[in-house]
């Protein structure tokens, strides 16, 4: 990712000064162009606007321990991943040194950064955000969200939510048709093709899609808990007979289990997100 956002600074002309923990792995992109630092705090010194992408916030820390002194004054911008709590912690740990911070979430795989179809949510103070927009629009369209440094970070980990879980779901439903005999190839393209179409299944009905979840209203005339929660008992039936991992499936199972426990098999699906919200 480092190595990418790197070429992207550089493609539009922008000087940038690289580091890396693991020696050699900057060599590609000090051949077309990037400065390489000797250490951390040279490259800290080297521009006001200091991004990293790393593992997680501990790796931060352990990157500028012993640079801390050359932080202020400078904007960092932090794009890995981590925990709400941990940015504004980070926050909070580049004030103390008189940096100002931005939390970032890249939405986009490596080869994508860059590109019209790149886009990374950010929070932070207002004016430190506009001051640098333009540099960050390089690596893809901004997204602010607000002065709380734990919303990019929180927006970053909810599509995350999304994605790994559509992920587990793929491969186990992979993993059930191979248990036919199916091989991937035969029907991972089917599955993605109904994968591609759950985001028009969400917003069927409702001109703005959450807009009656924001209301607390769950009409169930397109579906309903009861009708949800009897499939996802026939796909837990379905994979213990198969013996494949019940994890997921039973995890889902909970859902509309909860929720029917509660009186609300005759509201929408939705209806589900009181449970997540309130798992006592």
Do not use: C
């Amino acid at each position: 990712m480092g190595q990418a956002m790197t070429r992207a600074f550089l493609t539009a002309g922008h000087p940038v000064t690289v580091w890396n923990r693991t020696p050699g792995r900057a060599d590609g992109v000090v051949a077309e162009g990037a400065k390489l630092a000797a250490t951390p705090a040279d490259a800290v010194e080297s521009s006001e606007l200091v991004i990293v992408s790393l593992t997680d916030y501990q790796a931060m820390y352990d990157i500028f321990g012993d640079a801390t002194g050359s932080l202020g004054g400078r904007t960092l911008v932090n794009l890995s991943s981590d925990t709400p709590d941990r940015s504004r912690a980070a926050a909070t740990w580049a004030a103390g040194h008189n940096a100002t911070f931005l939390t970032g979430g890249v939405m986009v795989p490596a080869p994508l950064v860059g590109t019209d179809a790149s886009y990374i949510f950010y929070s932070g103070p207002d004016l430190v955000m506009k001051r640098h927009e333009a540099a960050l629009s390089l690596l893809g369209a901004p997204k602010y969200l607000g002065a709380d440094p734990g919303l990019a970070q929180l927006m970053y980990q909810a599509q995350l939510t999304v994605f790994l879980t559509t992920l587990s779901g793929l491969m186990h439903a992979t993993a059930m048709l191979g248990s036919a005999g199916m091989k991937a190839t035969q029907a991972l393209p089917e599955l993605l093709l109904f994968t591609d179409s759950i985001g028009a299944i969400v917003r069927a009905g409702e001109e703005t899609p959450g807009a009656a979840l924001d209301a607390g209203e769950h009409p169930g005339a397109l579906s309903t808990v009861t009708m949800m929660g009897a499939t996802s008992d026939h796909i837990v039936e379905t994979s213990a007979s198969l013996g494949l991992d019940p994890a997921l499936p039973e995890a889902v199972q909970a859902h509309y289990r909860r929720a029917i426990k509660d009186g609300h098999g005759g509201d929408n699906w939705t209806r589900i997100i009181d449970g997540i919200r309130d798992p006592r």
